[in-house]
């Protein structure tokens, strides 16, 4: 059986809802209460649960649509003729994406436990990066040692200096990347004794 489609004024209900809690979670960060949701949208907070039985629940309705923006910066990144370049933009185009949306900084760094979805839809949003890492391994611009897990650490950090600054100085974030990508640089290379995390390593924090 298919689901009955919602009355107009409950449909509208749910677009406010949406539009709010994209709105809160992106100025306040996953942990925003659920009440300022429904003050923002006009209604009460059992339409809200109404609509969204559980906060995953609007998590799901509001992110894989913020994620989809991921794809197109990886995707403009794999196009640049300079591998380089394109690893530089791809980079700095997520943390600007973190740094626009607290919500968004939370679900990237795995602040707090976000349902299947919504980490599927980060994931999605990486599928490339492999490739955009390999190009400008290949082209003698980006030390080989740094791994795909290395890259989840750096969101990590940022992330944080993102959530430190942003209401002081939004863009203190882009001269931390800068130190970073100098770094990042094959000529800036000297061997690290430290491996870089395993994927169970990356996935035990919420394990």
Request: aromatic content about 8%; proline content about 6%; charged content about 30%.
């Amino acid at each position: 059986m298919t689901a009955r489609p919602l009355r107009a004024d409950a449909a509208r209900n749910r677009e406010k809802l949406r539009a709010a809690a994209t709105e809160v979670f992106g100025e306040r960060g996953l942990d925003a209460p659920l009440e300022e949701v429904a003050r923002r949208a006009g209604v009460s907070i059992g339409t809200l649960y109404n609509h969204f039985p559980t906060r995953d629940a609007l998590y799901e309705a509001i992110f894989p649509e913020r994620l989809a923006a991921l794809d197109r910066i990886a995707d403009a990144a794999i196009a640049d003729p300079d591998p380089w370049h394109g690893f530089v933009a791809f980079v700095e185009g997520l943390f600007a994406l973190q740094a626009q949306d607290r919500g968004l900084n939370d679900a990237l760094a795995q602040r707090f436990p976000v349902p299947a979805e919504v980490d599927e839809a980060c994931h999605r949003g990486f599928r490339h990066i492999d490739r955009i890492l390999q190009r400008a391994k290949d082209n003698g611009d980006l030390r080989e040692d740094f791994e795909l897990p290395d890259l989840a650490t750096l969101i990590w950090a940022m992330s944080r200096v993102i959530t430190e600054s942003m209401d002081v100085a939004p863009q203190a974030w882009r001269r931390c990347l800068a130190f970073f990508l100098d770094g990042l640089r094959t000529e800036a290379a000297h061997p690290i004794d430290v491996p870089a995390l395993t994927e169970g390593q990356l996935t035990s924090r919420f394990g």
